[in-house]
């Protein structure tokens, strides 16, 4: 049988909302990455996972990625996506 399709919503501490779907995928957790270039200017890089230690997993990637890249700081958050 095949799995239904759904969507995903979630909502970040500053109110931003992202939704994916529809989807099929096991993915439980969004994960959001604002960093602050030396320049003033900001990237945003994004992605889900399909659980809470996939996810907090990439901040130490994202510690690697500030030193290599220079950036000045950055703000890495994880929230639990819900259905909607």
Do not use: C
Not at 11 to 30: L, Q
Not at 52 to 76: H, I
């Amino acid at each position: 049988m095949a799995r239904k399709k759904r969507y995903l919503t979630a909502t970040m501490a500053d109110g931003y909302v992202k939704t994916i779907g529809p989807t099929t995928a096991p993915h439980t957790h969004y994960w959001r990455i604002v960093a602050h270039l030396k320049s003033g200017k900001t990237e945003v890089f994004w992605g889900h996972a399909n659980s809470l230690k996939e996810a907090t997993g990439k901040k130490a990637a994202t510690e690697e990625a500030a030193k290599q890249r220079g950036w000045k700081s950055f703000e890495f958050e994880v929230v639990e996506l819900t259905e909607t």
